[in-house]
Protein backbone atom coordinates (compact mmCIF):
# COMPACT_ATOMS: atom_id res chain seq x y z
CA UNK A 1 0.00 0.00 0.00
CA UNK A 2 1.23 3.24 -1.24
CA UNK A 3 2.16 5.72 2.34
CA UNK A 4 0.04 8.64 2.40
CA UNK A 5 0.96 12.14 4.12
CA UNK A 6 -2.62 11.81 6.80
CA UNK A 7 -6.15 11.67 6.27
CA UNK A 8 -8.67 14.40 5.61
CA UNK A 9 -12.44 14.30 5.50
CA UNK A 10 -14.54 16.62 3.72
CA UNK A 11 -18.29 17.25 4.07
CA UNK A 12 -20.51 18.94 2.07
CA UNK A 13 -24.01 18.74 0.91
CA UNK A 14 -25.82 17.71 -2.62
CA UNK A 15 -28.14 21.04 -2.53
CA UNK A 16 -27.56 22.38 -5.68
CA UNK A 17 -23.59 21.88 -7.06
CA UNK A 18 -21.51 24.56 -5.51
CA UNK A 19 -21.13 22.77 -2.59
CA UNK A 20 -19.80 19.09 -3.54
CA UNK A 21 -17.83 20.85 -6.45
CA UNK A 22 -15.68 22.88 -3.72
CA UNK A 23 -15.28 19.49 -1.93
CA UNK A 24 -14.08 17.82 -5.03
CA UNK A 25 -11.56 20.28 -5.89
CA UNK A 26 -10.06 20.17 -2.23
CA UNK A 27 -10.15 16.52 -2.86
CA UNK A 28 -8.64 16.20 -5.75
CA UNK A 29 -5.78 18.84 -4.41
CA UNK A 30 -5.14 17.56 -1.37
CA UNK A 31 -5.12 13.42 -3.30
CA UNK A 32 -2.07 15.37 -5.69
CA UNK A 33 -0.76 16.41 -2.24
CA UNK A 34 -0.51 12.59 -0.51
CA UNK A 35 -3.10 12.76 1.03
CA UNK A 36 -6.18 9.82 1.50
CA UNK A 37 -9.60 11.94 1.53
CA UNK A 38 -12.45 11.12 2.48
CA UNK A 39 -15.90 12.75 1.51
CA UNK A 40 -19.46 12.72 3.03
CA UNK A 41 -22.34 14.45 2.41
CA UNK A 42 -24.32 15.45 5.55
CA UNK A 43 -28.02 15.01 4.00
CA UNK A 44 -27.29 11.25 3.97
CA UNK A 45 -26.47 11.43 7.30
CA UNK A 46 -29.59 12.73 8.59
CA UNK A 47 -31.98 10.32 10.22
CA UNK A 48 -35.15 8.69 8.63
CA UNK A 49 -34.71 10.29 5.09
CA UNK A 50 -34.39 13.64 6.22
CA UNK A 51 -31.86 14.97 3.82
CA UNK A 52 -34.29 13.79 0.57
CA UNK A 53 -36.68 15.92 2.68
CA UNK A 54 -34.30 19.06 2.99
CA UNK A 55 -33.07 18.73 -0.49
CA UNK A 56 -36.44 18.49 -2.11
CA UNK A 57 -37.83 21.15 0.07
CA UNK A 58 -35.16 23.29 -0.64
CA UNK A 59 -35.46 23.03 -4.39
CA UNK A 60 -39.43 23.39 -4.48
CA UNK A 61 -39.57 26.74 -2.52
CA UNK A 62 -36.60 28.16 -4.94
CA UNK A 63 -39.03 27.27 -8.21
CA UNK A 64 -42.41 28.06 -6.30
CA UNK A 65 -42.10 30.10 -3.28
CA UNK A 66 -38.54 32.04 -3.36
CA UNK A 67 -40.55 34.80 -1.14
CA UNK A 68 -40.39 32.25 1.19
CA UNK A 69 -36.83 31.58 1.19
CA UNK A 70 -35.85 35.22 1.26
CA UNK A 71 -37.75 35.22 4.60
CA UNK A 72 -36.10 32.77 5.99
CA UNK A 73 -32.93 33.79 4.69
CA UNK A 74 -33.24 37.30 6.14
CA UNK A 75 -34.83 36.09 9.58
CA UNK A 76 -32.04 33.77 9.92
CA UNK A 77 -29.71 36.36 9.04
CA UNK A 78 -31.03 38.86 11.75
CA UNK A 79 -31.56 36.18 14.41
CA UNK A 80 -27.20 35.32 13.93
CA UNK A 81 -28.08 31.74 12.40
CA UNK A 82 -30.60 29.10 12.27
CA UNK A 83 -33.85 28.75 15.16
CA UNK A 84 -34.46 25.74 17.52
CA UNK A 85 -35.63 23.13 14.70
CA UNK A 86 -32.68 23.65 12.75
CA UNK A 87 -30.50 23.04 15.43
CA UNK A 88 -32.48 20.09 16.33
CA UNK A 89 -31.62 18.80 12.88
CA UNK A 90 -28.13 19.21 12.75
CA UNK A 91 -27.89 17.68 16.51
CA UNK A 92 -29.54 14.17 15.27
CA UNK A 93 -26.45 14.34 12.83
CA UNK A 94 -23.57 14.36 15.04
CA UNK A 95 -23.92 10.59 16.32
CA UNK A 96 -23.87 9.98 12.33
CA UNK A 97 -20.81 12.75 11.29
CA UNK A 98 -18.78 11.29 14.39
CA UNK A 99 -19.10 7.66 13.52
CA UNK A 100 -18.07 8.48 9.83
CA UNK A 101 -14.78 9.78 10.52
CA UNK A 102 -11.98 7.20 9.85
CA UNK A 103 -9.79 6.97 13.09
CA UNK A 104 -7.01 8.20 11.51
CA UNK A 105 -8.65 11.17 10.55
CA UNK A 106 -5.83 14.21 11.12
CA UNK A 107 -8.46 17.16 9.99
CA UNK A 108 -11.95 17.62 8.58
CA UNK A 109 -13.16 20.20 6.34
CA UNK A 110 -16.54 21.62 5.42
CA UNK A 111 -18.01 22.92 2.49
CA UNK A 112 -21.18 23.44 4.01
CA UNK A 113 -23.12 25.93 6.53
CA UNK A 114 -24.91 22.93 7.95
CA UNK A 115 -21.78 20.15 8.54
CA UNK A 116 -19.79 23.19 9.80
CA UNK A 117 -22.69 23.55 12.67
CA UNK A 118 -22.03 20.03 13.76
CA UNK A 119 -18.67 19.68 13.47
CA UNK A 120 -18.31 22.78 15.69
CA UNK A 121 -20.57 20.97 18.12
CA UNK A 122 -19.00 18.08 18.47
CA UNK A 123 -15.53 20.25 18.93
CA UNK A 124 -17.32 22.00 21.59
CA UNK A 125 -18.59 18.80 23.36
CA UNK A 126 -15.12 17.48 23.51
CA UNK A 127 -16.08 14.64 20.73
CA UNK A 128 -13.80 15.51 18.14
CA UNK A 129 -10.12 16.25 18.41
CA UNK A 130 -9.21 16.94 14.79
CA UNK A 131 -8.67 20.53 13.93
CA UNK A 132 -11.80 21.37 11.65
CA UNK A 133 -11.64 23.98 9.00
CA UNK A 134 -14.71 25.46 7.21
CA UNK A 135 -14.10 26.63 3.20
CA UNK A 136 -16.16 29.52 2.34
CA UNK A 137 -17.72 28.60 -0.43
CA UNK A 138 -19.92 31.91 -0.95
CA UNK A 139 -18.72 35.57 -1.43
CA UNK A 140 -21.51 36.64 1.28
CA UNK A 141 -21.30 35.14 4.21
CA UNK A 142 -24.56 34.04 6.16
CA UNK A 143 -23.98 33.24 10.00
CA UNK A 144 -24.92 29.64 9.86
CA UNK A 145 -21.24 29.76 7.50
CA UNK A 146 -19.69 30.27 11.06
CA UNK A 147 -20.00 27.97 14.10
CA UNK A 148 -18.43 27.96 17.16
CA UNK A 149 -15.37 25.19 17.88
CA UNK A 150 -14.87 25.43 14.16
CA UNK A 151 -10.75 26.19 14.41
CA UNK A 152 -9.93 28.26 10.65
CA UNK A 153 -12.64 29.69 8.23
CA UNK A 154 -10.86 30.20 4.61
CA UNK A 155 -11.94 32.61 2.78
CA UNK A 156 -11.93 33.67 -1.01
CA UNK A 157 -11.33 37.82 -0.61
CA UNK A 158 -11.18 40.48 2.03
CA UNK A 159 -14.82 41.18 1.40
CA UNK A 160 -15.51 37.58 2.29
CA UNK A 161 -13.06 37.41 5.98
CA UNK A 162 -14.72 40.67 7.04
CA UNK A 163 -17.93 38.86 6.84
CA UNK A 164 -16.85 36.05 8.31
CA UNK A 165 -15.38 37.95 11.35
CA UNK A 166 -17.98 40.02 11.70
CA UNK A 167 -20.23 37.23 11.96
CA UNK A 168 -18.08 36.04 14.93
CA UNK A 169 -15.46 34.11 13.12
CA UNK A 170 -12.39 33.85 15.84
CA UNK A 171 -9.62 32.81 13.21
CA UNK A 172 -9.94 33.60 9.25
CA UNK A 173 -7.26 33.02 6.44
CA UNK A 174 -7.55 34.34 3.11
CA UNK A 175 -6.21 31.86 0.66
CA UNK A 176 -8.36 32.68 -2.21
CA UNK A 177 -11.06 30.30 -4.18
CA UNK A 178 -10.77 27.09 -5.96
CA UNK A 179 -12.00 25.75 -9.51
CA UNK A 180 -11.17 22.66 -11.41
CA UNK A 181 -7.80 23.24 -13.30
CA UNK A 182 -9.58 23.58 -16.48
CA UNK A 183 -10.99 26.78 -15.75
CA UNK A 184 -7.99 28.77 -17.46
CA UNK A 185 -8.09 32.07 -19.64
CA UNK A 186 -8.36 31.09 -23.20
CA UNK A 187 -5.51 31.43 -25.77
CA UNK A 188 -4.89 31.23 -29.49
CA UNK A 189 -7.52 29.97 -31.07
CA UNK A 190 -9.43 27.86 -28.67
CA UNK A 191 -12.37 30.72 -29.16
CA UNK A 192 -13.06 30.08 -32.56
CA UNK A 193 -12.79 26.62 -31.91
CA UNK A 194 -15.08 26.27 -29.44
CA UNK A 195 -17.50 28.58 -31.05
CA UNK A 196 -17.28 26.14 -33.77
CA UNK A 197 -17.97 22.76 -31.28
CA UNK A 198 -21.16 24.37 -30.16
CA UNK A 199 -22.19 25.63 -32.97
CA UNK A 200 -22.03 29.11 -32.16
CA UNK A 201 -21.78 32.36 -34.30
CA UNK A 202 -18.18 33.40 -35.26
CA UNK A 203 -18.50 36.56 -34.72
CA UNK A 204 -21.59 38.28 -32.52
CA UNK A 205 -20.72 38.73 -29.11
CA UNK A 206 -22.32 36.03 -26.43
CA UNK A 207 -23.57 36.43 -23.16
CA UNK A 208 -23.35 33.13 -21.19
CA UNK A 209 -26.37 33.01 -19.13
CA UNK A 210 -26.48 30.13 -16.16
CA UNK A 211 -28.73 29.82 -13.26
CA UNK A 212 -26.93 26.71 -11.49
CA UNK A 213 -27.32 23.19 -11.67
CA UNK A 214 -31.67 23.22 -10.88
CA UNK A 215 -32.18 26.45 -13.67
CA UNK A 216 -33.60 28.36 -10.96
CA UNK A 217 -34.59 32.52 -10.89
CA UNK A 218 -36.33 34.39 -13.87
CA UNK A 219 -34.24 32.70 -16.75
CA UNK A 220 -36.60 32.94 -19.42
CA UNK A 221 -37.19 36.37 -18.88
CA UNK A 222 -33.72 37.17 -18.47
CA UNK A 223 -33.02 35.36 -21.70
CA UNK A 224 -35.21 37.22 -23.91
CA UNK A 225 -34.20 40.36 -22.32
CA UNK A 226 -30.37 39.77 -23.46
CA UNK A 227 -31.84 38.83 -26.76
CA UNK A 228 -33.76 41.72 -27.24
CA UNK A 229 -31.04 44.33 -26.05
CA UNK A 230 -29.21 43.85 -29.16
CA UNK A 231 -25.87 43.87 -27.19
CA UNK A 232 -25.63 40.01 -27.00
CA UNK A 233 -26.69 36.61 -28.43
CA UNK A 234 -27.71 34.43 -25.19
CA UNK A 235 -26.36 30.93 -24.67
CA UNK A 236 -28.31 29.74 -21.88
CA UNK A 237 -27.45 26.69 -19.76
CA UNK A 238 -29.94 25.48 -17.62
CA UNK A 239 -28.40 22.58 -15.86
CA UNK A 240 -30.48 19.29 -15.10
CA UNK A 241 -34.08 21.21 -15.85
CA UNK A 242 -34.40 20.20 -19.33
CA UNK A 243 -37.75 21.52 -19.71
CA UNK A 244 -36.67 24.85 -19.38
CA UNK A 245 -34.19 24.60 -22.32
CA UNK A 246 -37.25 23.35 -24.25
CA UNK A 247 -39.21 26.10 -23.48
CA UNK A 248 -36.73 28.47 -23.92
CA UNK A 249 -36.02 26.78 -27.83
CA UNK A 250 -39.55 27.22 -28.09
CA UNK A 251 -39.38 30.96 -27.15
CA UNK A 252 -36.68 31.30 -30.03
CA UNK A 253 -33.65 31.62 -27.69
CA UNK A 254 -31.75 28.97 -30.53
CA UNK A 255 -28.56 28.58 -28.02
CA UNK A 256 -30.36 26.99 -25.31
CA UNK A 257 -28.78 23.07 -23.60
CA UNK A 258 -29.50 21.80 -20.10
CA UNK A 259 -26.69 19.89 -18.54
CA UNK A 260 -23.04 20.54 -20.48
CA UNK A 261 -20.10 18.26 -19.40
CA UNK A 262 -17.85 21.29 -20.82
CA UNK A 263 -17.93 24.13 -19.08
CA UNK A 264 -14.39 25.56 -19.48
CA UNK A 265 -15.13 25.29 -23.57
CA UNK A 266 -18.16 27.14 -23.39
CA UNK A 267 -16.77 29.85 -21.76
CA UNK A 268 -13.91 30.33 -24.04
CA UNK A 269 -16.77 30.97 -26.19
CA UNK A 270 -18.44 33.43 -24.80
CA UNK A 271 -17.78 37.29 -24.48
CA UNK A 272 -19.25 37.69 -21.06
CA UNK A 273 -21.06 35.52 -18.07
CA UNK A 274 -24.65 36.79 -16.65
CA UNK A 275 -25.68 34.59 -13.66
CA UNK A 276 -28.00 34.99 -10.56
CA UNK A 277 -26.40 33.19 -7.75
CA UNK A 278 -23.04 33.76 -7.26
CA UNK A 279 -21.63 30.52 -6.62
CA UNK A 280 -19.26 28.11 -8.04
CA UNK A 281 -19.86 28.95 -11.98
CA UNK A 282 -19.13 32.58 -10.89
CA UNK A 283 -15.77 31.41 -9.51
CA UNK A 284 -15.00 29.37 -12.46
CA UNK A 285 -15.64 32.35 -14.70
CA UNK A 286 -12.89 34.36 -12.56
CA UNK A 287 -10.65 31.76 -13.25
CA UNK A 288 -11.54 31.56 -16.89
CA UNK A 289 -11.27 35.65 -17.45
CA UNK A 290 -14.58 35.78 -18.03
CA UNK A 291 -16.17 39.06 -16.97
CA UNK A 292 -19.38 38.38 -14.75
CA UNK A 293 -22.71 40.35 -14.21
CA UNK A 294 -25.39 39.81 -11.34
CA UNK A 295 -28.56 39.78 -12.72
CA UNK A 296 -32.21 39.41 -11.51
CA UNK A 297 -30.51 37.26 -8.58
CA UNK A 298 -32.57 34.13 -7.04
CA UNK A 299 -33.55 35.80 -3.36
CA UNK A 300 -31.47 35.12 -0.18
CA UNK A 301 -27.81 34.10 -0.68
CA UNK A 302 -28.18 35.35 -4.36
CA UNK A 303 -28.88 38.99 -3.48
CA UNK A 304 -25.76 38.41 -1.15
CA UNK A 305 -23.63 37.23 -3.05
CA UNK A 306 -24.58 39.76 -5.87
CA UNK A 307 -23.63 42.65 -3.32
CA UNK A 308 -20.54 41.06 -2.03
CA UNK A 309 -18.89 40.60 -5.66
CA UNK A 310 -20.09 44.00 -6.45
CA UNK A 311 -18.50 45.42 -3.74
CA UNK A 312 -15.33 43.07 -4.49
CA UNK A 313 -14.94 44.47 -7.46
CA UNK A 314 -14.97 40.80 -9.41
CA UNK A 315 -18.77 41.43 -10.77
CA UNK A 316 -21.29 43.78 -11.88
CA UNK A 317 -24.53 43.75 -10.32
CA UNK A 318 -26.91 45.60 -12.54
CA UNK A 319 -30.11 46.05 -10.67
CA UNK A 320 -32.13 48.31 -13.48
CA UNK A 321 -33.06 46.80 -16.69
CA UNK A 322 -32.23 50.11 -18.30
CA UNK A 323 -28.81 49.66 -17.63
CA UNK A 324 -28.01 45.85 -19.22
CA UNK A 325 -27.41 47.05 -22.50
CA UNK A 326 -24.71 49.65 -21.70
CA UNK A 327 -23.37 47.47 -19.00
CA UNK A 328 -23.17 44.79 -20.96
CA UNK A 329 -21.42 46.56 -23.61
CA UNK A 330 -18.86 47.56 -21.31
CA UNK A 331 -18.31 44.14 -20.04
CA UNK A 332 -17.51 42.82 -23.62
CA UNK A 333 -16.04 45.87 -25.35
CA UNK A 334 -14.96 48.27 -22.76
CA UNK A 335 -12.61 49.14 -19.70
CA UNK A 336 -15.23 48.37 -17.40
CA UNK A 337 -14.95 44.23 -18.60
CA UNK A 338 -10.74 44.48 -18.58
CA UNK A 339 -10.48 46.07 -14.70
CA UNK A 340 -12.71 42.94 -13.17
CA UNK A 341 -10.72 40.44 -15.53
CA UNK A 342 -8.21 41.32 -14.08
CA UNK A 343 -9.31 42.16 -10.35
CA UNK A 344 -11.19 38.01 -10.84
CA UNK A 345 -7.63 36.70 -12.12
CA UNK A 346 -5.96 38.50 -9.14
CA UNK A 347 -8.30 36.24 -6.49
CA UNK A 348 -6.12 33.27 -7.95
CA UNK A 349 -2.84 32.22 -5.86
CA UNK A 350 -0.30 30.92 -8.60
CA UNK A 351 2.69 30.48 -6.09
CA UNK A 352 3.34 26.78 -4.45
CA UNK A 353 2.36 26.58 -1.19
CA UNK A 354 -0.40 28.54 -1.11
CA UNK A 355 -4.20 28.15 -1.14
CA UNK A 356 -7.00 26.75 0.31
CA UNK A 357 -5.72 23.19 0.31
CA UNK A 358 -1.94 24.25 1.13
CA UNK A 359 -3.75 25.71 4.33
CA UNK A 360 -5.62 22.48 5.16
CA UNK A 361 -2.56 20.38 5.11
CA UNK A 362 -0.56 22.82 7.33
CA UNK A 363 -3.40 22.37 9.85
CA UNK A 364 -3.19 18.72 9.42
CA UNK A 365 0.57 18.64 10.21
CA UNK A 366 0.74 21.40 13.25
CA UNK A 367 -2.98 21.45 14.48
CA UNK A 368 -2.56 20.42 18.17
CA UNK A 369 -5.62 18.28 19.43
CA UNK A 370 -8.08 20.47 21.89
CA UNK A 371 -7.16 19.87 25.61
CA UNK A 372 -10.03 17.65 26.93
CA UNK A 373 -10.80 16.37 23.41
CA UNK A 374 -11.27 12.52 22.93
CA UNK A 375 -10.16 10.98 19.97
CA UNK A 376 -12.73 10.07 17.53
CA UNK A 377 -12.22 6.02 18.14
CA UNK A 378 -12.87 6.01 21.96
CA UNK A 379 -15.89 8.66 21.21
CA UNK A 380 -17.52 6.45 19.00
CA UNK A 381 -17.07 3.73 21.55
CA UNK A 382 -19.04 5.85 24.02
CA UNK A 383 -21.29 6.95 21.56
CA UNK A 384 -22.22 3.43 21.11
CA UNK A 385 -22.27 2.04 25.10
CA UNK A 386 -25.68 3.96 24.65
CA UNK A 387 -28.67 2.05 24.49
CA UNK A 388 -30.21 1.30 21.14
CA UNK A 389 -33.56 1.84 22.46
CA UNK A 390 -32.57 5.35 24.15
CA UNK A 391 -30.89 6.41 20.53
CA UNK A 392 -34.26 5.21 18.09
CA UNK A 393 -36.48 7.29 20.69
CA UNK A 394 -34.50 10.63 20.34
CA UNK A 395 -34.20 9.79 16.80
CA UNK A 396 -37.45 9.68 16.33
CA UNK A 397 -38.69 12.69 18.22
CA UNK A 398 -36.30 14.70 16.75
CA UNK A 399 -36.89 14.12 13.32
CA UNK A 400 -40.31 14.17 13.89
CA UNK A 401 -40.22 17.47 15.53
CA UNK A 402 -37.90 19.04 12.82
CA UNK A 403 -39.80 17.73 10.05
CA UNK A 404 -42.88 18.96 11.49
CA UNK A 405 -41.13 22.91 12.36
CA UNK A 406 -38.87 23.20 9.26
CA UNK A 407 -39.40 21.04 6.43
CA UNK A 408 -43.26 21.10 6.58
CA UNK A 409 -43.42 24.54 7.45
CA UNK A 410 -41.52 25.79 4.30
CA UNK A 411 -43.15 22.80 2.01
CA UNK A 412 -46.38 24.66 3.01
CA UNK A 413 -45.70 27.73 1.48
CA UNK A 414 -44.61 25.90 -2.02
CA UNK A 415 -46.94 23.07 -2.33
CA UNK A 416 -50.39 22.69 -2.70
CA UNK A 417 -51.97 20.15 -0.26
CA UNK A 418 -51.92 16.57 -2.14
CA UNK A 419 -48.76 17.92 -3.15
CA UNK A 420 -47.71 18.42 0.36
CA UNK A 421 -49.29 14.96 1.55
CA UNK A 422 -46.87 13.10 -1.59
CA UNK A 423 -43.40 14.84 -0.33
CA UNK A 424 -43.98 13.98 3.71
CA UNK A 425 -44.81 10.44 2.49
CA UNK A 426 -41.74 10.12 -0.01
CA UNK A 427 -39.25 11.74 1.85
CA UNK A 428 -39.38 10.25 5.36
CA UNK A 429 -38.03 6.58 5.19
CA UNK A 430 -39.27 5.51 8.74
CA UNK A 431 -37.12 1.91 7.87
CA UNK A 432 -34.19 3.54 9.63
CA UNK A 433 -36.55 3.78 12.91
CA UNK A 434 -37.76 0.19 12.80
CA UNK A 435 -33.73 -0.97 11.76
CA UNK A 436 -32.66 1.12 14.75
CA UNK A 437 -30.56 3.47 13.01
CA UNK A 438 -28.58 1.54 10.78
CA UNK A 439 -26.96 4.23 9.01
CA UNK A 440 -25.24 5.26 12.08
CA UNK A 441 -23.66 2.44 12.91
CA UNK A 442 -22.39 1.54 9.13
CA UNK A 443 -22.00 4.75 7.20
CA UNK A 444 -19.66 4.96 5.10
CA UNK A 445 -18.01 7.95 2.58
CA UNK A 446 -16.73 7.99 -0.73
CA UNK A 447 -13.22 7.42 -0.88
CA UNK A 448 -10.26 9.00 -2.56
Not at 79 to 101: D, N, W
Not at 145 to 152: H, P, Q
Not at 437 to 446: A, K, L, Q, R, V
Request: proline residues 6%.
Amino acid sequence: MTPHAGRIAIFSASVGAGHDGAAAELTRRLTADGFAVDRHDLLDLLPAGLGRAVRTGYHRMLVRAPWAYQRIYSSSERAGGGGPAARALLRAAEHRVLHALHPDTGAVVSTYPGSSQVLGGLCQSGRLAAPVLTYLTDFSVHPLWVAEGVDVHLAAHPVTAAQARAAGARTVRMCGPVTDPRFRPRAGTERERARDRFGLPEKAPLALLVAGSWGVGPVRQVALELRDSGAVVPVVVCGRNEALAARLRADGIEYAYGWVDDMPALMHAADVLVQNAGGLTSLEAFAAGLPVASYRCIPGHGLTNAAALHEAGVAVWIRDPAELKTVLTDLVDGSLGARQREAALGLFTRTPGQGPAAEIARRHRYGPARAGSRPAAQARSIARARSAPRRLAATAAVACAVWACAVVTGGATALDGPGLVRTVGHSLDLDDFRHGDSHGNGTEGHHS
